[in-house]
């Protein structure tokens, strides 16, 4: 932070220093998935965090809708977002329209780079010289942070787990919940760090200290940036949600607020709220609703006492209107919940950051490669089980699993499959679609299986079977005598 | 830079994707922001708010000023900022603060100077209206401020019994809401975190303590 300051009601803590790292950056084309999966699960505690993380909020979520028509909502919720998306064109033709009705700016970015030249444009424009940020998966999609320190902006993010994730130099792990795979002791050492001296130990005291330095970055920002849930066609409106309130004040209080939104984002009309609400706060968090929807219309009316004097909103396409009218349109249907994270059994084992780029669990499975391309992403489109459960619990009813079979048909169409896959499978595929092969072989397998095992049970680092074996047993089925 | 015609032309140029419609009826009946059938819709808030962690103070008109008097006592706010949204409640709830020895203003007089505004201990609002199936208080710019209801650690907010709506479909779907300006501010309860090992810490960019005032008789 440029400003440094005390600010009446926001003394800065002792020892407070705005975090001065770098986000991580992005591993897609230089480490494989494998490699990204095992550093996490090298982590003890990241493995236990993510599957209790992840359990309890499935279990939330369950809880959530136990007792009402859940499915004639997920019917309900998937028809707006697919009748948005099918007349995607005029929908955001009207949101720009009234947008520019109340004010706002809007602005186009094609790609990841104009979105940062774009913000970064703004930022010099408007002599902004700090922003304080609200958690924005676009953002980290088009890596905004360091494009604005590039032209001399102090960002402080201001979600409490995006802050972490920022301070450390980390990428979030979840698209709720950043810093699912980190420990209140990381926190308090990194804390510590900042203060110069042992903070307590504890959430409560924690919490309040990345509070107090975040209320002076609040009172003092010239610029807020934030994402956006929701584009609402027939009002011009932003819509977003925080549990802190963050997202309000970050849009409230500087004298310029900028929202960066994907273009999939609109949604026809405020009532539509009524259902894609529930909808999105049931699966992201099992909350009946988030503390703070802010639905915002603008800049300050004259009326007003309060709120920007500027709002500008950067429309991303990046990608997204290539998929439109095709066979993988129904990925733009997504509403970032989060919860096939929370399903899925790869994501629960491996958490976000093995996914290599911004999105993680099934549906980072399918954007990675639709974003990225085949080349960079059709990897991660492969690390799944394909068990279905993302399909079972996504609100829109979004066929994660039908995507993801395509975009591994499209890999391999693409000539992105490597060689000794191709080989594999191509003998696979003549041996076990002739029935004498496959009786032989599974024959063979069971029986030189059977040598190695004892008492039914291969743990022993088998050829072949290594990957399997160094992180589990094998067991055997028995045979019936 | 790409300009309006070409990003337009871009999402036009595909073929559009099966269209279903909108759906016919937007209201389910039974969402988790809807009220059940027969369910009553005050009932139904009191106990919304006592999962959100709002504290509920059901009063008659001639008890408000003493009930957030009461509230400001045990928050040991000093500087109080009072909304537009109050309406006539806010010069007599204004004066009540000044006798009782608490900084009063109007929030419009207070807002233009951030660190005025983040210093105050307590905000007065009224409110757009209420949703019973929520337990949320919805303010709006113009009445509230954009940021009249977060900005400091205690929010009271008051509200008239016939402000209160069954849910969201009522809330978005009627004209219950009339010109908001530039802010339609939803807030269920204190704000909140569990960012750090799952722990529920309450109050961290916004308030900790809320207080519904329901002006019932």
Known sequence: ?481 | MTDRATFLAAVRSTPRGDDPGQPDRLHAPDAPTELRDGEDRFDRLLHECALNSTVVHRVPEDSVAATILAILDEADAQSVALTEDLGARRQALTDACAAAGRDAAAYADVAPNRARAGALDATITGCAAAVAATGSIITSAAGAGRAGALIAPTHICVVDRDQVVTGLHELFDGSVLADVGSLLALQSGPSRSADIEKVLILGVHGPGNVHLVLVDG
Request: with cysteine.
């Open chain 1, 1 to 481: 932070m440029s400003v440094r300051e005390d600010i009446g009601g926001s003394p800065l803590p002792d020892g407070w220093a705005a975090p001065a790292h770098q986000p991580g950056a992005f591993e897609l084309p230089t480490t494989t998935f494998e490699e990204r999966a095992h550093r996490t699960m090298a982590r003890p505690f990241a493995r236990r965090a993510i599957a209790g993380a992840t359990d309890h909020a499935v279990s939330l979520t369950q809880a959530r809708f136990a007792d009402v028509d859940h499915e004639t909502l997920r019917d309900q919720g998937r028809q707006i977002r697919a009748h948005a998306i099918a007349n995607l064109p005029d929908y955001l033709e009207q949101w720009i329209a009234n947008a520019e009705q109340n004010g706002t700016t809007v602005y186009f970015a094609a790609d990841e780079g104009e979105a940062r030249r774009i913000i970064a444009g703004i930022c010099v424009d408007e002599n902004i010289a700090s922003v304080v940020k609200s958690k924005s998966m676009a953002s980290e999609e088009v890596a905004l942070n360091s494009a604005l320190e590039g032209v001399g902006v102090d960002v402080v993010e201001t979600d409490l787990g995006e802050f972490v994730v920022q301070a450390m130099g980390d990428r979030p792990g979840h698209v709720i919940a950043p810093i699912l795979h980190r420990t209140k002791d990381e926190v308090h050492e990194l804390f510590s760090k900042m203060a110069g001296r042992d903070l307590p130990n504890e959430a409560e005291e924690l919490t309040a200290f990345a509070r107090a330095g975040l209320r002076h970055a609040f009172l003092t920002a010239d610029g807020g940036i934030t994402g956006g849930n929701f584009l609402i066609a027939e009002t011009g409106e932003v819509m977003l949600v925080t549990n802190e309130g963050n997202g309000r004040l970050t849009s409230s209080v500087p004298r310029v607020h900028i929202a960066l939104v994907g273009i999939e984002k609109v949604i026809p009309r405020r009532r539509d709220l009524a259902v894609l609400l529930p909808l999105l706060t049931g699966h992201g968090t099992g909350q009946q609703i988030t503390t703070y929807v802010s639905i915002t219309g603008g800049p300050r009316r004259d009326a007003e006492p309060d709120g920007p004097e500027q709002t500008h909103v950067v429309l991303l396409d990046a990608g997204r209107s290539a998929l439109l009218g095709g066979e993988f349109e129904e990925a733009l249907h997504c509403i970032r919940c989060g919860a096939c994270q929370n399903v899925c059994p790869v994501y629960r084992q491996v958490g976000g950051h093995a996914y290599g780029w911004v999105y993680g669990g099934p549906i980072g499975a399918v954007l990675t490669p639709l974003f990225r391309g085949q080349a960079e992403g059709g990897e991660v489109a492969q690390a799944t089980t394909l068990c279905g459960a993302c399909d079972d619990i996504c609100p829109v009813r979004i066929p994660l699993h039908d995507l993801l079979l395509g975009l591994r048909r499209q890999r391999d169409e693409q000539g992105e499959v490597p060689r000794r896959e191709q080989m594999a499978f191509a003998v696979w595929g003549a041996v076990w679609s002739r029935p004498w092969l496959y009786r032989m072989t599974t024959a063979v397998g069971r029986g030189s299986l059977g040598l190695l095992a004892r008492d039914g049970v291969v743990s022993s680092r088998v050829p072949g079977l290594r990957r399997w074996t160094d992180g589990r047993n094998l067991v055997l089925e028995r045979r019936r005598r």
